[in-house]
Each structure stands twice: as structure tokens, then as C-alpha cells.
């Protein structure tokens, strides 16, 4: 495995500076605490050095106690961080030395106990993604907050999407991928998604009714009757037939055209019908295996690639609706802004009614984090492992002793004054006990 770049120390800002100030008066506070009982040791030492006076000996022992206290917390305090004194003694200087387990524990840490999937997913339970959902979009002030910033940001957007390059680039890159497309394949597994089950007979019933309320239209069903009456007429006057049995005859043929397209609409065992249901499959074949209409595909396709006339149209279209999104965005009373606004609202009320709606959308938002849990859970942990390991071990020190190190200092001054105080206690034990003794 190679080894991780070093990275630089975090930058030194604000809150480091703060640190290290509060860090030195600390340690100020810490130093001068010790350097008093120091002080006192031996002013008091020097004042009465058989330590006659009974508060002298009390003094001189809480004295004696406090920096005993005093060093020994500065001594394990200092070790942690680095060599005291800078004299190499076991078990100092844990930290640069511990760096790579201390990386190791970090992520373990933080990824057994704060990113378990048990856990990551009981907070999504907690937090309730699709009645926040619900709330958000239904609230009046973030759905205009929501519409604000859609209006705010699409102009960039719009700017984007009307530049030549990037029309210049969707046009070729479409050309070439639409070039590659095996439109026989395409047609055919169309078709086949379109057929399977029966999908299909729905809207080959509409179509069929929609064709045979087209025909019983006066104006439709008068169209035919002059067109089919001007043919049969042509024939018919040679055999000397009156013009008015001409129209008779259309008109029943404009009426069976109608009740056949009818009946054809209402019974799916139509011998008709039953012979295009046959031709389906034939013709899904034939999309997949007939060279020549694989290859009659293939030229309409190119013929609409290149046709520049469709490409113009489309470009006309794509600038006329950019204009007028721009001109609507630009519009204080937005379309678009209102139109968001009410869908966010709409949605946001109809979810937050419907609570089959909200369970089905958090068990999809449970279902979908699940299997992902474990995986970036292991990446964070090897984020943080190389992280924490790329850093030198003067850095990491600095780092940790910004961080905690205030508190440490507090520990190594609380040494000092416990120390005072039990070794005044111990004294009066002493003291007491000496007593007992002279007097049994």
C-alpha cells in the first residue's frame, strides 16, 4: 500500500489563536501555582528549618505535597505530548509515538459507535424524512424560499443552456450516439414492451373509437359520401344508373365503414383484429432479422439526422423557449415562481394527508441508505485513518495539545492545590495521632 501524501497542519485561524492564548495563560497559571508552593517549601524551610512551629510544619507540608502533586502532573501531562525535559524515559511522548493507533482507534471509533447501519438507520427513522418532506413543502415560506432560488439561479442556467458550444456539442454528440442507435433493435424491443400482457389493446380501443366518432361527424361523414358518390358515379353513369343510386350505395358503404371501425373497437376476437395480433410477432422478427428493413430503418434514420430544415425547426423551438423563460423569470409576477410555489404546497399537503404515502416513502429512503451504510462507512474510516496518519507527528501533537490541552493544564493546577490540601490533611493525621500517643 503506498504511503498517504503528507497534508499539511489545518490553517492557524481564529479559533487556534484563541486556543493557544487560553492554553499559555494555563500553563502561566499552572507554572506560577507550582513555583509558589516552591517558594513557600523553601522560604518557610529557610524561616524554621527543624519546623518548631506547628503551622510552620503544616505549611511546609502542604508545600511539600503541592509540588509533589504539581510535578508529577506535569510530569504525565508533558509525557503525553513529548519527551520531558527532552530526556527519551519510557512511555513518554505516547502520543507522536501512538500516532498510527491513534488513527486506527479514531475511525474505529467513530465509525463502530456514530456509523453503524443500526444506528444510521434509527436516526432516519428519528428524523423522519417524508413528514419533514411534507412540512417543508407545505409551508408557505420555504416554498417561496424554494421558488426564490430556482428564479435566482436559472438565468446562470438559462445562460448555460443557450450557449453555442455547449448546443454545438449536444448536437454532435447526439448526431453521433443517434448514428449508433440500432433502430430495428429499438423498434422491436419497443413493440414487444409495448404488446407483453395486453398492454396494447387499450390504446388500439381508443384509437379505434376515436377513428369511428371521427366518421359519424356530419361534416366527416358528408366528405366521404361526395368522395366515395364522385367514384361511383364515374362508373356507374356508364351503365346508365340514376346518380341518386350512386349516393345510396354511399351512403351504406359510408355506414358499414363506420360499424365496422366500431366493431372493430368493441370485440378483441375480430377476425381483423386476430389477424393483426398475428402479425405482431412476425413483424417484431422481421425488425430484428429482415437486412432490408433493418436498412430502410437505418436511411430513415439518417435522413432525419441530416435533414438541416427538422434541426433548424428544433434550434427555433429551443430559442423560443428560453426567451420566454428568461422573459418570465425577469417577470416580478412569475409563471414559474407561482407555479412552483403552489406544486411545493400542493405536494407538501397532499403527502403530509396521506400517512400510507409517508411510510412507503421512508421504507424507500430506509431501503435505498441501507446497502450504502456499510460501504461509506468503510471509507470514511480509511478517510480518517489517512488523514490523522498523514499528518507529522509535530503536527498531530499541536493539534491535540490545542485541543485539549487547556484542560490538561487545569488537571496539573488541580494537582497542585489537591496536593496542598492533602498534604496539609496527612500533616494534621500526623499531628493527631502524635497526640493520642502522649496522651495513652
Known amino acids: 500500500m503506498s504511503k498517504p501524501a503528507m497534508l499539511s497542519a489545518p490553517p492557524v485561524g481564529p479559533d487556534n489563536k484563541a486556543r493557544a492564548q487560553k492554553l499559555a495563560a494555563k500553563k502561566r497559571l499552572a507554572l506560577l501555582t507550582l513555583l509558589f508552593a516552591c517558594g513557600c517549601f523553601v522560604g518557610l524551610t529557610v524561616y524554621d528549618p527543624d519546623h518548631q512551629s506547628w503551622w510552620v510544619g503544616l505549611f511546609v507540608a502542604m508545600a511539600e505535597a503541592a509540588m509533589i502533586g504539581g510535578l508529577a502532573d506535569w510530569f504525565a501531562i508533558v509525557a503525553l505530548f513529548r519527551h520531558p525535559l527532552g530526556l527519551k524515559i519510557p512511555h513518554t511522548a505516547i502520543i507522536p509515538r501512538s500516532k498510527d493507533k491513534i488513527a486506527r482507534n479514531l475511525a474505529d471509533f467513530i465509525c463502530d459507535h456514530f456509523l453503524g447501519k443500526d444506528h444510521v438507520l434509527e436516526k432516519i427513522r428519528e428524523f423522519d424524512p417524508a413528514d419533514r418532506l411534507a412540512k417543508y413543502c407545505a409551508n408557505p415560506q420555504t416554498s417561496a424560499q424554494m421558488a426564490d432560488l430556482v428564479v435566482k439561479f436559472a438565468p446562470r ?55 369511428a366518432d371521427f366518421t359519424n361527424s356530419d361534416e366527416t361523414r358528408n366528405m366521404l359520401a361526395d ?76 435522413r432525419m439526422l441530416d435533414n438541416q430544415e427538422l434541426s433548424d425547426y428544433i434550434a427555433h423551438i429551443w430559442r423560443k423557449t428560453l426567451n420566454w423563460l428568461r422573459s418570465d423569470l425577469a417577470n416580478p409576477q412569475s409563471e414559474i415562481r407561482r407555479a412552483i ?13 396521506d400517512p400510507d404515502m409517508k411510510n412507503w416513502l421512508n421504507l424507500w429512503v430506509l431501503e435505498t441508505v441501507d446497502p450504502y451504510i456499510g460501504e461509506y462507512r468503510e471509507k470514511i474510516r480509511h478517510f480518517i485513518k489517512e488523514r490523522v496518519q498523514a499528518w507529522s507527528a509535530d503536527e498531530l501533537t499541536a493539534q491535540l ?40
Open 401 to 440: 495539545e490545542l485541543a485539549m490541552g487547556s484542560d490538561l493544564q487545569s488537571i496539573r493546577l488541580n494537582g497542585t492545590l489537591v496536593g496542598a490540601l492533602i498534604g496539609g490533611v496527612l500533616f494534621a493525621t500526623m499531628q493527631f495521632i502524635g497526640w493520642l500517643t502522649v496522651q495513652f
Open 341 to 353: 410555489i403552489g406544486a411545493s404546497q400542493n405536494i407538501g399537503t397532499k403527502l403530509d394527508a
Open 157 to 211: 442556467l438559462m445562460y448555460l443552456l443557450d450557449s453555442a458550444e455547449l448546443q454545438e456539442f449536444v448536437r454532435t454528440t447526439t448526431r453521433e450516439k443517434l448514428r449508433e442507435a440500432d433502430v430495428g433493435k429499438l423498434s422491436a424491443r419497443f413493440i414487444t414492451i409495448l404488446t407483453q400482457d395486453g398492454r396494447h389493446h387499450e390504446m388500439v380501443d381508443s384509437l379505434l373509437n376515436d377513428i
Open 227 to 302: 368522395k366515395i358518390a364522385g367514384e361511383l358515379w364515374s362508373v356507374l353513369r356508364w351503365v346508365n344508373l340514376d346518380k341518386a343510386v350512386a349516393d345510396n350505395i354511399t351512403e351504406k358503404v359510408a355506414v358499414g365503414l363506420r360499424e365496422l371501425i366500431q366493431d372493430l373497437a368493441d370485440n378483441k376476437d375480430h377476425e381483423l383484429r386476430l389477424k393483426f395480433e398475428n402479425k405482431i410477432p412476425v413483424f417484431i422478427d422481421r425488425l430484428q432479422t429482415d437486412p432490408v428493413l433493418r436498412a430502410r430503418l437505418d436511411q430513415f434514420r439518417d
